[in-house]
């Protein structure tokens, strides 16, 4: 038994004195994130590895410290008393990975939308009223035409997309606010946070878009044969991408067929 450090150098010896006893598979105990680089680094070098709830190790015999349980995980290894956990390939853990990130900013952003929702409450601005979403098109160009300092009614009320159903009175009566210049300036920073997470989930978009390219590579799905989609309206937080095609050319069917599917959730189900 031998025990080394956690930086990766050392990670590096550990797989090499692995090697050198003639080790051929490796359990690794699931504690929080620290096993990541354990696990890429002893899978990188070709053993094979598994995944253990570190509920196995709950009922170690005497005493339980670090040594113990691995004495103890590697009496049950041997005896084949072990089942790993699900660890997806290399490739799907990097989808999963981006998509984990994405998740992360959506939910980042979420705030700032809340933060703009109650400035425009503050300064009487019933946006709401004639919008279902503020972060629609209509809200978007009437916000950021508040934040450039547009004040004429007639003008923001312009701003509607064609399938506002709201009049251009009804619109320009819920504008008629009290614009002060402390909730100008809390609407002003709420309104750049959230678009620093719309480029940041963008980015996110670019690099799922390219996993899903190079996971597709290896298969020989005729994108021709993608079905027309169901009528569907546009889901919220879809990647900026055909998912639809993309994925379809990795597991060759399109998931969307299924009722109550869109691409942002077969996306989730195929990572």
Same mark, same amino acid.
């Given at each position: 038994?031998?025990?080394?450090?956690?930086?990766?150098?050392?990670?590096?010896?550990?797989?090499?004195?692995?090697?050198?006893?003639?080790?051929?598979?490796?359990?690794?105990?699931?504690?929080?994130?620290?096993?990541?680089?354990?696990?890429?680094?002893?899978?990188?070098?070709?053993?094979?590895?598994?995944?253990?709830?570190?509920?196995?190790?709950?009922?170690?015999?005497?005493?339980?410290?670090?040594?113990?349980?691995?004495?103890?995980?590697?009496?049950?290894?041997?005896?084949?008393?072990?089942?790993?956990?699900?660890?997806?390939?290399?490739?799907?853990?990097?989808?999963?990975?981006?998509?984990?990130?994405?998740?992360?900013?959506?939910?980042?952003?979420?705030?700032?939308?809340?933060?703009?929702?109650?400035?425009?409450?503050?300064?009487?601005?019933?946006?709401?009223?004639?919008?279902?979403?503020?972060?629609?098109?209509?809200?978007?160009?009437?916000?950021?035409?508040?934040? +450039?300092?547009?004040?004429?009614?007639?003008?923001? +009320?312009?701003?509607?997309?064609?399938?506002?159903?709201?009049?251009?009175?009804?619109?320009?009566? +819920?504008?008629?606010?009290?614009?002060?210049?402390?909730?100008?300036?809390?609407?002003?920073?709420?309104?750049?946070?959230?678009?620093?997470?719309? +480029?940041?989930?963008?980015?996110?978009?670019?690099?799922?878009?390219?996993?899903?390219?190079?996971?597709?590579?290896?298969?020989?799905?005729?994108?021709?044969?993608?079905?027309?989609?169901?009528?569907?309206?546009?889901?919220?937080?879809?990647?900026?991408?055909?998912?639809?095609?993309?994925?379809?050319?990795?597991?060759?069917?399109?998931?969307?067929?299924?009722?109550?599917?869109?691409?942002?959730?077969?996306?989730?189900?195929?990572?």
């Amino acid at each position: 038994m031998r025990a080394f450090g956690t930086i990766t150098h050392d990670l590096y010896d550990l797989a090499d004195w692995f090697k050198s006893h003639g080790v051929t598979s490796v359990a690794i105990e699931s504690t929080g994130v620290y096993w990541v680089p354990a696990y890429e680094v002893v899978e990188q070098h070709g053993f094979e590895v598994i995944l253990v709830d570190a509920r196995y190790a709950k009922n170690v015999p005497s005493r339980k410290t670090d040594v113990s349980d691995t004495s103890w995980l590697q009496k049950l290894y041997s005896y084949g008393l072990l089942r790993g956990s699900f660890r997806p390939t290399a490739e799907i853990a990097t989808l999963r990975a981006y998509l984990r990130q994405l998740e992360r900013l959506v939910e980042y952003a979420a705030p700032h939308i809340q933060h703009m929702q109650k400035t425009l409450m503050e300064m009487n601005f019933q946006l709401h009223h004639v919008v279902s979403d503020i972060t629609g098109i209509t809200g978007m160009k009437i916000i950021r035409g508040i934040v +450039a300092g547009e004040r004429d009614l007639d003008m923001l +009320a312009s701003y509607s997309d064609v399938r506002c159903k709201a009049s251009t009175e009804t619109i320009k009566a +819920a504008l008629n606010g009290n614009d002060r210049p402390e909730h100008i300036f809390s609407l002003a920073q709420s309104l750049e946070l959230y678009d620093f997470y719309q +480029a940041k989930m963008l980015e996110c978009d670019h690099h799922l878009e390219a996993t899903l390219a190079a996971l597709g590579s290896d298969t020989e799905h005729d994108p021709s044969k993608l079905p027309r989609p169901r009528p569907k309206a546009k889901q919220v937080s879809t990647p900026s991408f055909d998912v639809r095609a993309a994925l379809f050319g990795v597991i060759g069917v399109d998931l969307t067929q299924i009722h109550g599917m869109g691409p942002s959730l077969s996306l989730k189900l195929v990572r």
